[in-house]
């Protein structure tokens, strides 16, 4: 059964880079035809889709963040890593990474999730 893990640091002061790596398991994330995406949530908020990154490398970003997401991989060692610069307390959330299975965006399999708390 596929595991994803997301880990990364739990504070984050403003205007500095958050860095967060979601470590897949039992899945190579080249496999056809899977997108992964990061996904956070505010506290008292709903749920915001920020980007993927498709078993191709090809990458989506949400229109808010794009300016400021990066999304990468490295499939050595099967894992995304999201990049999100000039954080503000805006920015505290907690971010999961999902697993899209046919790029619907329809999400089957879902990390924790890791708080990350931006102090200003």
């Known amino acids: 059964q596929v595991q994803l893990r997301e880990s990364g640091p739990g504070l984050v002061k403003a205007w500095q880079t958050l860095s967060l790596t979601c470590i897949v398991s039992?899945?190579?994330?080249?496999?056809?035809?899977?997108?992964w995406s990061w996904i956070r949530q505010p506290p008292g908020k709903g749920a915001e889709w920020m980007g993927a990154i498709a078993y191709d490398g090809s990458t989506y970003y949400s229109p808010s963040l794009q300016s400021r997401t990066s999304i990468s991989r490295n499939t050595a060692d099967n894992h995304i890593t999201l990049q999100l610069s000039s954080v503000t307390p805006g920015d505290t959330a907690v971010y999961f990474c999902?697993?899209?299975?046919?790029?619907?965006?329809?999400?089957?399999?879902w990390g924790e999730g890791t708080l990350v708390t931006v102090s200003s």
């Open positions: 999902a697993r899209d299975s046919s790029g619907s965006g329809a999400f089957d399999y």
């Open positions: 039992d899945e190579p994330i080249i496999t056809k035809y899977y997108y």
